[in-house]
């Protein structure tokens, strides 16, 4: 044991050691009790940050600490490696994305190693190989089989930066999950998954997350959003058409005194034949923040009251969003408020707070959303909201003007991409036998590795003869391929499901194997993902067990979100110029230094400060360590300890 503590010596050693002897490969033991922990995998963009330091090392402590408690744990790692960062580097470098991402690759699992991090290398994913994205592939064909995989016409969201389709997930606060670019509306042809066909089973096993964190818990219950309410069916005047609204307050059907739908709702071109109108329409503002409308000219009539109330256009109101139609009542809803103040719209009050004799609308300084005692509401005048609803609703089905329904937020998940560097999605288009998908003996659809990337928008597979041109596998007769690509968050949607059986050729999962090592035991990764991957990862799970594959329910038994790294107050970031390289770190510390540090500055579910002074404290402590262990090496001779080889402690 030399006497000056030499971190890079000493953890050189150890880490070849350890990868030598493959101490975390794991096979299905009986007869030990198994453990799967399991850190979110990284997307290969270059370098490791201290984000991933942080997430890594958190989920390698849990990991040596269960291995010493006798338990077969499986701690494996992959790469996320499909995705437009790839893409757009391809096209600004002018090289292929498989050699931009192998390159990063390559070098990120050194920085790992280099970490400390201990994995079972043997079970290493890579989602941008054919035998991976086969089985999205061939998931995606057994979803079509089950109608949970299907193309519509329909108004997306379209990043105007990243030029490509955005999943209701991917937009936060009306911009790109990715650029923060504000969305816009656009009518594509798309496939969907029919994630909505497990709202309630999503609802419902939400209970059971009991190793959750209840913010992310409840972030996905939110964002499923069930509701309960009635359909409303409300005449066109003048016409045969009618406008579908859902409300779960029946109770204010009597207040309705106008009607807002989505400028790109289909009767805004069927019954506006005013130019001008039209002109207006379209030059609303994207931004819901200001609430803009503009009267379509056509009116609807109340099925309650029989009375004729304007229809307005609205930039508030959302295509994808229900019935992309909304009853407005502006004295007991705050946006028809403000709107209906704005646009000079009477305001009728239909509903008192309890002991209140009398509200003028006149002098509503804002909307009283509360339930009450419904008044100016014809024969459910003097009932309580509650029971209004009951009996409003009973009419409303009696007198075939709608029904009751149970609503979800929750819309179908576009995974349609048109972007090249992604899964293709494996279909074929036939003028006579229409859409057909790809045999599974034709599987994978392999990207072409010649497709020229310019960045313009459609996808560069539609311009590939080659790969577009095809016979069909029902009629033999000239044929298209699909060149859209499939959303990256499809791959990440059941990888932890391959790391237990990565080498299988044949189907996708073995299942012997996946119900050895399922549930994840422990789960570790930022709380961003809480209605993106962490949600699908849970269709996913339902639905392969519904094919039959697996037997567990849900994917994570229990889920540790890690706070950020942040610096100067912000989250560490390049465009912010506050990153600090791990690489310097351990070259100039080691790496004890650096984990510690992470590990000790903060509790793992907080943000960590950075601080240079803690990382040259931890070293300090290191070395402390280190001096008394060598002060003290002697004692190693009493007690029948004295032909130990004091070079083994080091």
Excluded at 143 to 158: I, P
């Amino acid at each position: 044991m030399e006497e000056r503590y030499d971190a890079e010596k000493i953890e050189k050693k150890w880490q070849e050691h350890w990868e030598d002897q493959k101490i975390f490969a794991v096979n299905e033991d009986a007869g030990q009790p198994k453990f799967y922990c399991l850190e979110m995998f990284p997307y290969p963009s270059g370098r490791i940050h201290m984000g991933h330091v942080r997430n890594y090392v958190i989920g390698d402590v849990i990991t040596r600490y269960k291995k010493m408690k006798g338990f077969n744990v499986l701690h494996p790692m992959g790469w996320d490696a499909f995705g437009m960062p790839a893409e757009n580097a391809a096209i600004k470098n002018k090289v292929h994305p498989s050699k931009w991402t192998f390159v990063n690759i390559e070098y990120m699992k050194g920085q790992l190693k280099k970490i400390g991090l201990v994995y079972d290398w043997d079970r290493e994913v890579t989602t941008c190989k054919p035998d991976y994205y086969r089985w999205n592939q061939w998931f995606f064909i057994k979803m079509y089989e089950r109608g949970l995989a299907y193309k519509k016409r329909s108004f997306v969201n379209w990043c105007p930066e990243c030029e490509t389709v955005l999943a209701n997930e991917q937009v936060i606060d009306d911009g790109c999950w990715r650029c923060d670019t504000v969305v816009e509306q656009k009518e594509l042809d798309q496939w969907f998954y029919r994630i909505t066909d497990y709202a309630e089973e999503l609802l419902k096993d939400a209970d059971t997350l009991d190793g959750w964190p209840e913010k992310v818990v409840t972030m996905q219950r939110n964002w499923i959003g069930r509701s309960e309410g009635v359909e409303v069916d409300f005449d066109i005047e003048g016409t045969d058409k009618k406008i579908k609204i859902f409300t779960t307050r029946q109770d204010t059907l009597f207040g309705a005194t106008f009607m807002s739908i989505a400028k790109i709702h289909p009767l805004v071109a069927e019954l506006v034949q005013d130019q001008d109108v039209l002109k207006r329409i379209e030059a609303l503002s994207d931004d819901p923040e200001e609430k803009e409308g503009v009267d379509t000219g056509f009116h609807a009539i109340n099925p309650l009251t029989g009375e004729s109330i304007p229809v307005y256009a609205a930039n508030f109101v959302l295509m994808e969003y229900g019935t992309g139609a909304v009853m407005a009542v502006p004295a007991h809803d705050q946006r028809d408020f403000e709107f209906a103040k704005k646009y000079d719209i009477p305001i009728r009050v239909v509903v008192l707070p309890k002991d209140v004799k009398i509200v003028k609308a006149e002098d509503m300084e804002c909307a009283n959303e509360e339930y009450g005692i419904l008044v100016n509401s014809g024969e459910y005048s003097g009932l309580s909201s509650n029971d209004a609803k009951e009996k409003i609703a009973d009419y409303i089905e009696n007198k075939n003007l709608g029904k009751r329904v149970v609503n979800y937020k929750l819309r179908d998940w576009g995974i349609s991409r048109q972007r090249y560097w992604g899964t293709p999605i494996p279909m074929i288009y036939c003028e006579s036998c229409g859409i057909v998908s790809v045999p599974e003996e034709q599987l994978p659809v392999e990207l072409p590795m010649d497709a020229v990337l310019t960045g313009t928008g459609s996808s560069p597979l539609a311009g590939m003869d080659d790969f577009v041109k095809t016979k069909c596998p029902k009629c033999g007769g000239e044929a298209k391929r699909e060149t859209d690509t499939m959303d990256t968050f499809v791959d990440s949607s059941w990888y932890f499901l391959r790391y237990c059986s990565p080498k299988s050729d044949d189907k996708p999962l073995d299942t012997a194997a996946v119900d050895h090592w399922m549930p994840v035991d422990q789960y570790i990764g930022g709380i961003e993902h809480a209605v993106l991957h962490l949600l699908y990862s849970r269709f996913f799970t339902k639905v392969i067990r519904d094919i039959g594959l697996i037997s567990t329910d849900e994917p994570f038994k229990r889920l540790l979100t890690q706070g950020m790294v942040i610096k100067d107050g912000m989250k560490m970031s390049k465009s912010k110029g506050n990153v600090v390289d791990p690489d310097f770190l351990i070259n100039k510390y080691g790496t004890d230094t650096v984990r510690i540090f992470c590990l000790f500055a903060a509790p793992p579910e907080r943000d960590l400060e950075w601080s240079d002074k803690g990382v040259d404290g931890a070293y300090r402590f290191l070395k402390r360590i280190w001096a008394f262990a060598y002060n003290n090496k002697n004692l190693l001779n009493k007690e029948g300890n004295g032909d130990k080889d004091h070079s083994e402690l080091s």
